[in-house]
């Protein structure tokens, strides 16, 4: 099983950037949570948005709502997070990562995922 993370790039601030996180090996469908998370330089990792799979329930991290998206793509077997109004403080590489089951309330824990992709850079200018 794999997670690739794509999308990033360099952007100047106010723009939109859409990322994209596919799978190979398994659908995205049989994951209990498929999340985002990103990592700015010298920083911990950051949890962003999750999808919870069987419910069809997304959830943004009440400081990023209202400018990150976060969607699943079925035919593409993908997640995506649309970050709308990017700040340079978005900077940071960001991850997918995924689970078997649902952590219930431990979902922003790094620890608590099994599969991660390798990280798309995105870098916002002032």
């Known amino acids: 099983v794999q997670l690739q993370a794509s999308g990033g790039g360099l952007v100047q601030a106010g723009d939109s950037l859409s990322l994209s996180c596919a799978a190979s090996?398994?659908?995205?469908?049989?994951?209990?949570?498929v999340s985002w998370f990103r990592q700015a330089p010298g920083k911990e990792r950051e949890f962003v948005a999750y999808l919870r799979q069987s419910l069809g329930r997304t959830y943004v991290e009440d400081f990023l709502q209202g400018r990150f998206i976060i969607s699943r793509d079925n035919a593409r077997n993908s997640l995506n997070l649309q970050i709308n109004s990017l700040k340079p403080e978005d900077t940071g590489v960001y991850f997918c990562?995924?689970?078997?089951?649902?952590?219930?309330?431990?979902?922003?824990?790094?620890?608590?995922?099994?599969?991660w992709g390798q990280g798309t850079l995105v870098t916002v200018s002032s």
């Open positions: 990562a995924a689970r078997d089951n649902f952590p219930v309330s431990s979902y922003r824990r790094v620890d608590m995922y099994t599969y």
């Open positions: 090996g398994r659908t995205l469908r049989s994951f209990g949570i």
